[in-house]
């Protein structure tokens, strides 16, 4: 489950914040190259939260997107932002049928259920592509970035590439991109997480709060550059996000 108090916050910031600015483009980056024109017309957001990033594939693929979320408070959002229809449901037990959808999304969600219990909703998703479709999906990565925002979203696991191509490898799917992201700015995180927050016994918090003018931009631009990189082919060592792009056989 996810804090339903975070909703107001990433509503508030999630157009213009530069995480989610940055993140969205290097989503699209690692996406684009594998959906040619008219390749998907049935996609799944799986865990919509506020359904911006719903509206911006149905934008983006003229595509028809089905939004699910489990908490109500994403729902409501979603349908007064988006004047979308989404429905409340978990990942853990989608009301699909099966190979329904080419393009299944899931954006930061396993990391929420508790380490160990993340393969049934995984499968789940795994379940509702269609053979020759896609999954894509995001998880926070390493333990070491774990922060006190982590904590104030219920945020229950980080994953490893590891650990996230064990799963995909143990559903029979074909990896077509694995990597880290969010890489350039992990010594300022490591500084903030593991030194700073516990040094200073902050308690858990949000951290999608308002920026200076000038900070918002300076943080924004190693992701663009990690956004090149990846349009590239490259790839990333570690980092704080991990990218899972893999095609149902």
Same mark, same amino acid.
């Given at each position: 489950m996810f804090n339903p108090s975070d909703f107001a916050n990433i509503a508030r910031t999630e157009e213009s914040f530069w995480?989610? @600015?940055g993140m969205r483009e290097i989503s699209f980056a690692l996406l684009d190259p !594998?959906?040619?024109?008219? @390749?998907?017309? $049935?996609?799944?957001?799986? =865990?919509?939260?506020?359904?911006? +990033?719903?509206? #911006? #594939? /149905? $934008? @983006?693929?003229d595509a028809a997107v089905v939004a699910i979320d489990l908490e109500w408070e994403g729902i409501r959002y979603c349908r007064e932002r988006h004047s979308a229809l989404p429905a $409340?449901?978990?990942?853990?037990?989608l009301p699909f049928p099966d190979g329904a +959808?080419?393009?299944?999304?899931?954006?930061?969600? #396993?990391?929420? +259920?508790?380490e160990g219990q993340?393969?049934?909703? +995984?499968?789940? *998703?795994? /379940?509702?592509? /269609?053979? =020759? =479709?896609? *999954?894509? &999906? !995001?998880?926070?990565? &390493?333990?070491?970035f774990r922060s006190r925002h982590s904590v104030f979203t219920w945020e229950r696991q980080r994953f490893t590439r590891r650990r996230l191509a064990a799963l995909a490898r143990a559903n029979h799917l074909e990896i077509l991109r694995l990597t880290y992201a969010n890489f350039l700015l992990t010594p300022l995180a490591f500084v903030k997480f593991r030194l700073w927050e516990p040094l200073t016994r902050q308690p858990p918090a949000s951290g999608l709060v308002p920026l200076p003018g000038w900070l918002d931009p300076l943080l924004y631009a190693p992701l663009a550059l990690e956004r090149w990189w990846l349009a590239q082919g490259g790839g990333f060592p570690?980092? $704080?996000? *991990?990218?899972? #792009?893999? @095609?149902? =056989?």
């Open positions: 995480w989610f @600015r !594998r959906i040619p024109a008219g @390749r998907v017309r $049935q996609v799944l957001e799986a =865990g919509c939260g506020t359904g911006h +990033f719903a509206s #911006l #594939l /149905r $934008q @983006r693929y $409340q449901a978990s990942i853990a037990a +959808f080419d393009l299944v999304t899931n954006m930061d969600v #396993l990391v929420h +259920f508790p993340e393969g049934a909703p +995984f499968a789940e *998703l795994v /379940r509702v592509v /269609r053979p =020759g =479709g896609l *999954l894509f &999906l !995001r998880t926070a990565a &390493l333990p070491i570690w980092g $704080q996000s *991990l990218y899972l #792009l893999a @095609r149902k =056989g």
